[in-house]
Structure formats: C-alpha cells, structure tokens
C-alpha cells in the first residue's frame, strides 16, 4: 500500500454478536486512522500514523524497510526498535488490515451470480480523483457462498470500488454490510462499515 498510495485516510466501524452466547453484549469497534508518508529513501519508508478511537488520540511514526521489516518505531515518544518495532508495527497498521481485507473481497462481492452495479462516477476523496463503481445486493435478504467458504445472508449491502487517477489498483472506496452466518452451529450476525475519505497517489 505504501508504494502506491502516499497517504490515506479511512473511518471504520462495526459490531459482531452470536445468538446463546454467555454474553449478550456484541463486540463493537470505532475508529478513523490515517497514514502520511513523510519521506521514501533507496531502503526505507518513514511514516507517520494517526488513531483516534473514542477520545484516545494515538500518533506513532514508523520506519520501514521497503521488504516490510520495521526498523522502528516512536509510539508517543516512546522508541522499540528490533523485534519490539516488528510486533508493534502489526498494531500501527491493524486499521488498514481491514482495508487491504476488503479489497482481498472485491472479486466475491462484484460477481453478477449475487450482486450488480447501480452505476460508476468521478468523485473527489481527498485531493484525487477517483472513478468508483458502486455494486448492490440483487436481492435482500440474499444468501451467498465464495469459493467453499461459509454461506452468508446478507440483510444490508453496498459496496463501492474505485480506481485512483494514477494508479492501475482499484481500491474498496467504501462498504456497508450486514447479515448472518452459522459457525460451529451458532448463529453469528454482523455489520460492518468502512470508508476512505482521502487519498494520495505516491
């Protein structure tokens, strides 16, 4: 993601319970984070990192090798280097986890079998241009499977992708996604809802 994008910013947010759990209280995350490339060398990447998540506002500047190891990184002036830096680094970046996830899924949620574009537009996320194509359910509620996975029925869906002016990697631009699936027998609902609201090309 570096290499391609200088700089980006999403918000997420979403919530999971299983029905005859112990607890009733489903597991719920809020969060907007963002990334600013500072500088690139012939070796080595050094960035900056926002987090807000309820009212903690967490900065963290990160140095990178360009093969993914971390060099180090400065958590609130706090300083890891080493292995310390390498597990830490998982954390800085667990927001865009989700991202790099969701693009992993456009090929599963753009198929004409379930889902069909509504129409494509030229939109502005940040300071970029971006062509997105926006994808809706066929039907709702609707029951699908990829690849063998587990069936999931989808009670919400929309789904928005986009390529950047200046780069060839189309992008999830943003995702709004209910539904349901069995696991081990129990019955597990979901929503989950991310959104890019900047970003630069490298």
Do not use: R
Not at 24 to 50: G, Q, R
Not at 94 to 103: K, P, S
């Amino acid at each position: 993601m570096l290499s391609a994008y200088s700089a980006m910013s999403i918000q997420a947010n979403g919530s999971s319970s299983i029905s005859g759990a112990s607890s009733s209280s489903p597991s719920t995350y809020s969060f907007t984070e963002s990334y600013t490339t500072d500088y690139v060398s012939a070796t080595t990447y050094k960035v900056t990192i926002n987090l807000v998540e309820g009212s903690t506002n967490i900065a963290e500047t990160v140095w990178l090798l360009k093969n993914g190891t971390a060099l180090a990184i400065d958590v609130e002036g706090y300083n890891l280097t080493g292995s310390s830096a390498q597990e830490s680094v998982i954390g800085a970046f667990a927001g865009f986890t989700l991202q790099i996830q969701a693009d992993s899924e456009i090929g599963a949620y753009t198929t004409s079998n379930f889902f069909h574009s509504t129409g494509t537009s030229t939109v502005s996320i940040g300071p970029t241009k971006v062509t997105v194509t926006t994808y809706a359910a066929n039907s709702l509620p609707e029951t699908e499977s990829y690849c063998g996975s587990t069936p999931t029925t989808l009670t919400a869906f929309s789904f928005s992708v986009g390529t950047p002016q200046g780069s060839s990697s189309p992008l999830v631009t943003s995702e709004n996604i209910a539904g349901s699936e069995v696991v081990s027998g129990q019955t597990q609902t979901f929503q989950y809802l991310l959104q890019i609201t900047s970003v630069t090309i490298a």
